[in-house]
Nanobody, 123 residues
Framework: QVQLVESGGGLVQAGGSLRLSCAVS????????MGWFRQCPGKEREFVAA????????YYVDSVKGRFTISRDNAKSTVYLQMNSLKPEDTAVYYC????????????????WGQGTQVTVSS
């Protein structure tokens, strides 16, 4: 059984940084696109970033471009989201997700999900 476990969330002031990690166990990430999504209470889950299996291709929602960086270490079965210049509007529960084959920004297309980690940015 595949398990995704996020860590690294917390409380930070606006302008600060956090690094989220997603550890995958139960299977190899071979061929899998990995993504990060976020969700605020009462809102739909929003795509944040994704990275191809090779790490060559990365994708971001416009609101985080230039501030967030997604990366992966396949040898460690871990995916990262470096978040800089954080803003109060980045406050959300952040989820790691995995899917086979091609990139997608649609949450419904992802097969595996973590339990989420809370990120709170104070003004």
């Amino acid at each position: 059984q595949v398990q995704l476990v996020e860590s690294g969330g917390g409380l930070v002031q606006a302008g600060g940084s956090l690094r989220l990690s997603c550890a995958v166990s139960g299977r190899t990430l071979s061929g899998y696109t990995m993504g990060w999504f976020r969700q605020c209470p009462g809102k739909e889950r929003e795509f944040v970033a994704a990275i191809s299996w090779s790490g060559v291709n990365t994708y971001y929602v416009d609101s985080v471009k230039g501030r967030f960086t997604i990366s992966r270490d396949n040898a460690k079965s871990t995916v990262y989201l470096q978040m800089n210049s954080l803003k109060p509007e980045d406050t959300a529960v952040y989820y790691c997700a995995g899917k086979g084959r091609m990139y997608s920004a649609y949450a419904s297309s992802y097969d595996y999900w973590g339990q989420g980690t809370q990120v709170t940015v104070s003004s």
